[in-house]
């Protein structure tokens, strides 16, 4: 996999797009203690030196941020639908980026109201976690005991019932809450491209890195346009639209760090050339 990522390069520029639970940090029982291992921090800190970087997430912008902590990176949270630029000096930065997008700015009073909804009609169903990710909503079972998980999803969905303009999607022992807008990390995926200025153009390589469901919306966007790889990171083989896989966030941070002393090295080369 990463000679052909490395070959089909030539000439282009990466584009990095990262997930962050699954890809970036492992998965752990509490949301809030899912912690970015130092090694990765720095990992992805070499990586945006050379590449345009961006985290992809459902979680919260803010809260991710508060995991990942670099400053030279795009951010976009609740599955896309919040997007953020470099937050420092960076070379791929054009002016002042700050926030860059935001899909779903009407959805806020909505998503605090079935936040409360769901926190209330969820709290008699032990190890349920109501997490609010400012333009969607994530239900946890992780921590749910597997009898009780049919009760649950029941219950969201009677709350659901009064909200026709949200939807209900799954990831990893997670219900997400969602506005039914035509938008998704693929699209994200797309802004940040063209925000790059490389909407049309043939000379970038996109290459993306996820594990959930919601992250085929990207490795579908980047197999329709022809462009770019989709990396699957699963210990399991599955249905997906990612060209290659990795096995976990550990093998993630292997790949990350290979592409970058490839860089240093061709720079290198370059300069004595
Ligand atoms: O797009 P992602 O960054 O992958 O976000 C998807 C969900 O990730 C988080 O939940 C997942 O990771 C948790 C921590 O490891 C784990 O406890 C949970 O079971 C996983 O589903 C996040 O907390 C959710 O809000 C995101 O929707």
Redesign the pocket.
């Known amino acids: 996999m990463f000679e052909q990522i490395v070959a089909a390069s030539k000439g282009k520029q990466i584009v990095m797009f990262l997930?962050?639970?699954?890809?970036l940090?492992?998965?752990?029982?509490?949301?809030d203690q899912?912690f970015m291992p130092k090694e990765m921090r720095a990992t992805v800190r070499d990586v945006a030196r050379y590449f345009p970087t961006a985290i992809?997430?459902?979680?919260c912008r803010d809260k991710?941020y508060s995991f990942v902590k670099l400053a030279g990176l795009y951010y976009a949270g609740s599955?896309g639908m919040d997007i953020k630029g470099p937050s420092k000096s960076c070379k791929y930065k054009k002016g002042n980026q700050g926030v860059l997008f935001q899909a779903a700015s009407e959805f806020l009073p909505m998503i605090d109201e079935v936040y409360k909804d769901l926190v209330e009609k969820t709290k008699s169903i032990p190890g349920t976690k109501v997490?609010n990710?400012k333009f969607c909503v994530?239900v946890?079972f992780?921590c749910v005991d597997e009898k009780s998980w049919a009760a649950l999803a029941e219950q969201v969905r009677s709350v659901l019932n009064h909200y026709p303009k949200l939807e209900l999607t799954q990831?990893?022992?997670?219900l997400?809450i969602r506005p039914t807008i035509k938008w998704d990390k693929g699209r994200a995926l797309e802004f940040l491209l063209e925000s790059l200025g490389y909407a049309n153009s043939t000379n970038v390589l996109p290459v993306y890195i996820?594990?959930?469901r919601?992250?085929e919306d990207a490795f579908k966007v980047l197999r329709e346009r022809g462009q770019g790889f989709g990396i699957l990171v699963s210990k399991l083989p599955k249905e997906t639209n990612a060209s290659y896989s990795l096995q976990e966030p550990s093998e993630v941070k292997e790949f990350l760090k290979r592409l970058v002393d490839w860089k240093e090295m061709s720079q290198r080369a370059a300069k004595c050339a």
Do not use: L, Q
């Open positions: 997930d962050y639970d699954g890809t940090s492992p998965i752990v029982e509490d949301p899912a992809v997430t459902g979680r991710v599955h997490e990710n994530s946890h992780r990831g990893r022992k997670v997400e996820g594990d959930d919601s992250d």
